[in-house]
């Protein structure tokens, strides 16, 4: 998998935040998709521990945080999901995407939007923070400051990135 600068990239913005329930079931439908290069999850981060006021340094009991599977794949899921980000082979594999969500939120309203959304070359902190043999496909999906590494979701014979951004 390259990331070269001609794959288009779409986001999938549902106008509601998606549980870990909601977010697995839409994810086991996108990711059999052939044609996904990369894939990231974006939204509110979910802390361990409460970060501020009276309840501050205690556990975070919620029911947001947990950790689903996704083809075969656990992803730690601490994120509240707030929208997908693809990079697909070709804008064919985005109309799937539209079908895919047209059947899914029937609840709710989303849209779906085109356009260039990661980095797609190293720069300078991708540089410092995985040296000068980085892998291209994590490039623009990680957190600088974050200590853990991006789950990476394999599919068959391929590998689809799971990112997340706080």
């Keep these: 998998m390259d990331t070269a600068t001609d794959h288009p990239q779409c986001r999938i913005v549902p106008m509601r935040m998606l549980g870990p329930d909601t977010t697995k079931r839409l994810l086991e439908q996108i ?11 974006n939204g509110q981060n979910i802390p361990l521990l409460v970060p501020y006021g009276p309840a501050r340094g205690t556990e975070n009991k919620t ?10 794949n656990a992803v730690d899921l601490h994120v509240q999901v707030g929208s997908i980000t693809l990079e697909v082979e070709n804008r064919k594999v985005i109309d799937t995407f539209r079908k895919i969500c047209d059947a899914f939120f ?6 779906i939007q085109e356009g260039k959304f990661m980095k797609t070359h190293p720069t300078l902190v991708d540089y410092a923070r995985y040296g000068p043999g980085a892998d291209r496909n994590l490039i623009g999906l990680v957190d600088p400051k974050r200590k853990d590494k991006p789950t990476l979701i394999s599919i ?3 590998r689809v990135c799971g990112g997340y951004e706080i």
Excluded: C, Q, W
């Design 31 to 41: 990711v059999v998709v052939p044609g996904i290069h990369r894939m990231l999850l």
């Design 106 to 111: 029937v609840d709710f309203p989303y849209h």
């Design 63 to 72: 029911n947001l945080r947990k950790t689903i599977e996704v083809a075969g």
């Design 156 to 158: 068959s014979n391929e």
